[in-house]
């Protein structure tokens, strides 16, 4: 077995994953599935991830995925994964997704998202990944862009925290004005 190496170039796990769209992709209107994309997304995410770990991963989150543009049957899609950031056992894989008419090959660009990836060792405890090698000003943009992601992370996780609401008493009723429900109290429902 090789050695583990200390640092691996962004180079060395980018991946790229090509699938066609075939109609049981596809809802009543023809569309892709977003949850679909998100699958092929995951993957792609864990081979680049794997890939520089030197070991199995797992999703640990997924940062917010907006749909820009919807995927048609027949097109071809087309998933590019890099490593953009390493923490100690844990990387963030950036991912842009393409979508191709075959056609006309007019390429759309549909979605970006970012997946923290963490590796694991053999007894499912979070292992150390090697550091990454920047070789290129872009390189080092996206890394200190998802450095900056992770710490707006942590300040939302804390906000969310205050989100939480502990008893709905009348003044919490108060706050639904202007929302579009409507409180009708019922004895029990069950869901
Ligand atoms: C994610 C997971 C590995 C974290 O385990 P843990 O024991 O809490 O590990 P630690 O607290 O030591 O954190 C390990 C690393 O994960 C990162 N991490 C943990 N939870 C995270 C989250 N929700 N989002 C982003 N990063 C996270 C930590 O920041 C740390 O990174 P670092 O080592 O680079 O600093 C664990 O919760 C897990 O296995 N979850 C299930 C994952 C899974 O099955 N995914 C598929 C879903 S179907």
Redesign the pocket.
Known sequence: MQPKPDFLPVKYSQTILTELMIPSYANFGGKIHGGVLLSLMDKVAYVCAAKHAGNYC????IDGVDFLAPVEVGEMVSLKASVVYV????LVVGIRVESENIKTREIKHTNTSYF?M?A?DETGK?VEVPGLTLETREQVRRFIEARRRKDAKAEYKQNCAKIKVPVVDERMLETLKGERCRYEKKSSIIL
């Open positions: 797992v999703t640990a989150s923490g100690r056992t844990s923290t963490v694991k979070p």
